[in-house]
């Protein structure tokens, strides 16, 4: 069998999978690869380990099995792609959990703020602490009920925040609707967003007008999920009190994107689910689910392309 292996690997990594990997199984990494060969060395292999270009996976192939690279996949709904899928699960779960958490701590806390005046070497001090506020008790609402919203609910509930996720199928949510979802923001003080790129559009103007003055977004799901223009808006003119931005609608945020420069604002650059040797993760969690996908057991983390999930 081929293995076609598209993340370009460090050294460690690529020695792990090559050792991992069973005599009869032939890796082919597109690194190693002319430009002009990697899309056909793709659709001569049984196996898939990584996330190529979509346009690669239009055409005829011959997979038995593909292992992303990520927890996300809104890019390949289109897909013609009948094996079995799975990605990394909760991997990148609690990294992006913490970056949310950390975001919005850094945004009560006056963090930015404070970390310039560092660079200045100025003491401002007493006058700051007016403006301080806690995350503790919070009223939240987490925009969808996948492994990355249970984690920020996990971690919050330390800091004593009354929690609700919001996901139309979950039993786990207590919103499911955008009725019962408008309703409940005049009395929210945090709206936190992983919702994948196939809820397009899903936060609109509408609802960031509904949220309570002075209340924070906060988005570690997919930039093109909220109306960037209306909530940039709602910025600029104080009714949202600040964002936590670890995507944004285009990447990277063009120049003259006005999030770069608003005073209430925490970009964090899509580094959520940033965590040490990531590389080794994938290729741990390749190995383990080979090991199943050879032994005709249950692959762990399967999905499915075309809902979503």
Not at 83 to 94: L, S
Not at 238 to 250: F, M, N, P, Q, R
Not at 281 to 298: T, Y
């Given at each position: 069998m081929v293995l076609f292996v598209n993340p370009l690997l460090h050294e460690t990594a690529r020695a792990a999978l090559l050792a991992?990997?069973?005599?009869?199984?032939?890796?082919?990494?597109?690194?190693?690869?002319?430009?002009?060969?990697?899309?056909?060395a793709l659709q001569r292999a049984e196996l898939l380990l990584g996330n190529p270009p979509a346009a690669w996976l239009k055409g005829p192939l011959k997979l038995r099995w593909w292992?992303?690279?990520?927890?996300?996949?809104?890019?390949?709904?289109?897909?013609?792609v009948t094996c079995p899928v799975t990605n990394v699960g909760d991997y990148y779960a609690w990294p992006c959990a913490e970056t949310m958490v950390a975001g919005l701590l850094a945004l009560y806390r006056r963090l930015p703020e404070l970390a310039v005046l560092q660079t200045r070497s100025e003491w401002v001090g007493q006058p700051l602490r007016l403006g301080?506020?806690?995350?503790?008790?919070?009223?939240?609402?987490?925009?969808g009920a996948?492994?990355?919203?249970?984690v920020i609910r996990q971690l919050l509930s330390g800091f004593e925040c009354q929690t609700r996720l919001m996901a139309r199928t979950s039993p786990e949510a207590e919103l499911h609707s955008v009725e019962e979802l408008k309703d409940a923001l005049p009395t929210t003080d945090v709206v936190i967003s992983t919702l994948p790129g196939s809820a397009k559009n899903f936060y609109s103007a509408e609802l960031i007008d509904a949220m309570q003055p002075g209340s924070v977004f906060a988005n570690v799901g997919r930039g093109s999920t909220v109306d960037e223009p209306a909530l940039i808006a709602a910025l600029e003119r104080g009714h949202l009190g600040g964002?936590?931005?670890?995507?944004?609608a285009a990447e990277p945020l063009p120049a003259d994107s006005p999030l770069w420069t608003l005073p209430n604002v925490v970009l964090t650059q899509h580094t959520g689910g940033g965590q040490p040797d990531e590389d080794g993760a994938k290729v741990a969690i390749f190995l383990d689910n080979l090991r199943r996908f050879l032994a005709g057991e249950e692959l762990a983390n399967q999905v499915e392309l075309g809902r979503g999930y």
């Amino acid at each position: 069998m081929v293995l076609f292996v598209n993340p370009l690997l460090h050294e460690t990594a690529r020695a792990a999978l090559l050792a991992g990997l069973p005599t009869e199984i032939e890796a082919v990494f597109r690194a190693d690869l002319p430009e002009g060969e990697q899309a056909l060395a793709l659709q001569r292999a049984e196996l898939l380990l990584g996330n190529p270009p979509a346009a690669w996976l239009k055409g005829p192939l011959k997979l038995r099995w593909w292992q992303l690279e990520s927890a996300g996949f809104d890019g390949y709904r289109d897909a013609n792609v009948t094996c079995p899928v799975t990605n990394v699960g909760d991997y990148y779960a609690w990294p992006c959990a913490e970056t949310m958490v950390a975001g919005l701590l850094a945004l009560y806390r006056r963090l930015p703020e404070l970390a310039v005046l560092q660079t200045r070497s100025e003491w401002v001090g007493q006058p700051l602490r007016l403006g301080m506020q806690l995350l503790r008790g919070k009223r939240v609402i987490i925009l969808g009920a996948g492994t990355i919203g249970k984690v920020i609910r996990q971690l919050l509930s330390g800091f004593e925040c009354q929690t609700r996720l919001m996901a139309r199928t979950s039993p786990e949510a207590e919103l499911h609707s955008v009725e019962e979802l408008k309703d409940a923001l005049p009395t929210t003080d945090v709206v936190i967003s992983t919702l994948p790129g196939s809820a397009k559009n899903f936060y609109s103007a509408e609802l960031i007008d509904a949220m309570q003055p002075g209340s924070v977004f906060a988005n570690v799901g997919r930039g093109s999920t909220v109306d960037e223009p209306a909530l940039i808006a709602a910025l600029e003119r104080g009714h949202l009190g600040g964002a936590v931005l670890d995507v944004t609608a285009a990447e990277p945020l063009p120049a003259d994107s006005p999030l770069w420069t608003l005073p209430n604002v925490v970009l964090t650059q899509h580094t959520g689910g940033g965590q040490p040797d990531e590389d080794g993760a994938k290729v741990a969690i390749f190995l383990d689910n080979l090991r199943r996908f050879l032994a005709g057991e249950e692959l762990a983390n399967q999905v499915e392309l075309g809902r979503g999930y």
